[in-house]
């Protein structure tokens, strides 16, 4: 199972949020059995929510003991090795990274303030920001309102704010504000690694390619694609959405759901999604890729 909190940005920033979840997945070890009950949360911070993987535990007891009070010892000692996390080489971080570091600075320009760590933790971990699904990202549990608002607009099929040449890869940003905004996202970054993979692994026989990274930010979804040298043949595309509608069958892709109840409180079923991937027709596609992409 998997228990997702909302934790909403401070200052355009996820630092608190992220130093919360250390300090939570990091209180109470003080010996080896403690240290093998926690040692497989593998907690994820997100820009708007966190994510724990729980297992099969009893989800109360989960709730219980992150809802306790934070050690302040251990807020400090993790503000360190947060900042070391975040120096890490790998392209994930290093996109992180750049988007993160005059945010991070910001939100602690005088120095850590405990309390207002501690604050926005009594604020977020309770049960009016908790969401739990199973290991399909099918919801159990749902303890946030679903606002019914049919202003929502769909916008990526009309504007692509910003494109950005970056290391073996582009950046593309996309405005967020509806669920149909990061279902087609993450497509985009289905074709593209599905696309660089059979291109550099399966033709030219490399090991190592370049791969996708979506990151959602304060309104925006930031995707990081890897460069190919020819446009995805129709062909390609088709199968494409073929395979990521068998992924949200599956329940592989589901997690977007869940991801836009926390950011908005929107919250597709399964078919919602496929139907829309089905309504997007191939040239709608190509113009997205002409107007935005860079070709290597």
């Known amino acids: 199972m998997y228990l997702y909190v909302q934790t909403p940005p401070v200052d355009s920033s996820n630092a608190i949020a992220h130093l919360i979840e250390h ?14 009950e926690k040692c497989d949360y593998n907690p994820e911070t997100y820009f708007s929510y966190t994510k724990y993987d729980i297992g099969d535990q009893n989800y109360n007891n989960f709730i219980t003991e992150i809802e306790k009070p934070l050690d302040k010892k251990i807020i400090r000692k993790e503000y360190k090795a947060l900042r070391e996390e975040l120096r890490e080489k790998s392209f994930v971080n290093k996109f992180r990274f750049v988007l993160m570091e005059k945010l991070w600075k910001k939100t602690t ?13 009594e604020r977020y971990y309770n049960e009016q920001h908790y969401v739990l699904s ?19 607009e769909f916008l990526i099929l009309n504007q692509f704010d910003k494109v950005i040449d970056w290391e073996k890869n582009f950046i593309t940003i996309l405005k967020y504000s509806h669920w ?3 279902v087609l996202s993450d497509f985009i970054g289905i074709l593209f690694d599905t696309r660089a993979e059979y291109n550099y692994r399966y033709i030219q026989w490399l ?7 979506v990151i959602e930010w304060d309104g925006y979804i930031w995707i ?15 199968n494409a959405m073929k ?32 139907s829309f991937i089905h309504g997007i027709s191939i040239d709608t596609i190509m113009n997205i890729i002409r107007r935005n992409i860079f070709l290597k």
Request: charged fraction near 20%; include cysteine.
């Open 23 to 36: 300090s939570i997945h990091n209180m109470g070890i003080y010996s080896i059995e403690k240290y093998f």
């Open 109 to 121: 320009k005088n120095g850590l303030n405990i309390w207002d760590i501690i604050s926005y933790h």
């Open 134 to 152: 199973d290991n399909d990202f099918n919801i159990i549990e749902n303890w946030i309102k679903i606002e019914d608002n049919k202003h929502w």
């Open 180 to 182: 149909k905004d990061q």
């Open 207 to 213: 090991y190592h390619y370049p791969y996708s990274c």
């Open 224 to 238: 990081a694609l890897p460069l190919i040298s020819t446009y995805p043949e129709i062909d390609f595309i088709n």
């Open 243 to 274: 395979y990521y509608c068998t992924l949200i069958m599956e329940g592989k892709a589901r997690e977007n759901s869940i991801i836009n109840l926390l950011y908005i409180n929107q919250l597709p079923s399964k078919q919602d999604m496929i």
